[in-house]
């Protein structure tokens, strides 16, 4: 038998946590209240407890959480947000709905990160705020982002959704600035059995609005002081988000050994590795190589019954959604080479140690097929 590595078993999360789970599900539906009660109120109390901050918010996803943190800050129409241009287009989407206009910045090449030193080129007299993304689960330099808003008087909304747990400088991600958003998809780190997000802010006074936000604009009942949004976590993700919490720093750290095992083993091959500054603890929530001749590499993977993705095949500039800005091809080229490079490998807390050798051994051949190849050419 073929061994076949997935690209990531989110059903094993819930095989490991299944006895708490199951335990927390009962105890929700058996208690009658299912919106807005207890359960919700203590992950949030211990999510801003892990996080290391005064409040969380529970949110319908993350990308809610972005957009309703935009709308907290009174953030809308005319103005402008500063986003990376190579993020997942949730990032952006957050912004429109908001009303404003994204102003997308390129990244830093190595960490695939917002580049700090081409930020203070966008800020106009428009600009209100910088979304910076922990990219990949690898933090993003906050201290000189944080530099630029505070000399323009900006918010700073950490776009958080991929890197539960992640540090900079021994600081975990998530209060590293005015307020961070975070996404409890299955597949995150941190993942819920459905939809699922967060904000965590130090700000009293966001954290009340977000309250309103979520519910109907509403801070008592049947008071409405904004046209707001229904976007609750209910009762039943937030009991197994707080069993799954508990988990959380396990599996990140094999998460960790994995990534570790790949730098290790896929140095001097020619294969552009992740780059870890100094600083940097990253969640490894995926491990992203880069190869100018990526899509045969992920064919050769594909036959040697490796699974992989691509984080992500179109910038959000080139989608369609986005031709308004007529931002065409060639207008961010960082972004775009990222883009046609990029490629994810297996990893998630419950690869084995060989299958991860599969996988090492398979980019490895991959490589050297290649190298044949070209020499024969
Ligand atoms: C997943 C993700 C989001 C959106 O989260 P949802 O819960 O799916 O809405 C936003 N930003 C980034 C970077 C993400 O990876």
Redesign the pocket.
Known sequence: MVETVPFLDVGATYQESKTGVAEAVARVLSSGWYLLGPELEAFEREFAAYTGVKHCIGMA????A?HLTLRAMAIGPGEEVIVPSN??I??WLAVSHAGATVVPVEPDSRTYNLDPALIEGKVTGLTRAIVP?H?YGQPADMDPIRDVARRHGLWVLE?A??AHGACYKGRRVGGLGDAA?W???PS?NLGAFG???AVTTDSDYLAERLRAWRNYGSKSKYTNEVCGFNSRLDEIQAAVLRVKLSYLDHWNERRKRIAHLYLQELQEIGLGLPFVPAWADPAWHVFVVRSSDRDSLRQHLSEADVATLIHYPIPPHLQEAYQGLHLGNGSLPISEAIHREVLSLPIGPHLSDAQVHLVVNAVRGSIRHDRSLSRQA
């Open positions: 996803s993350g990308l809610d972005l993020s997942y949730a990032t993304v990219l776009d959704a991929q958003a996404s409890f998809y995150k939809n699922g997000g």
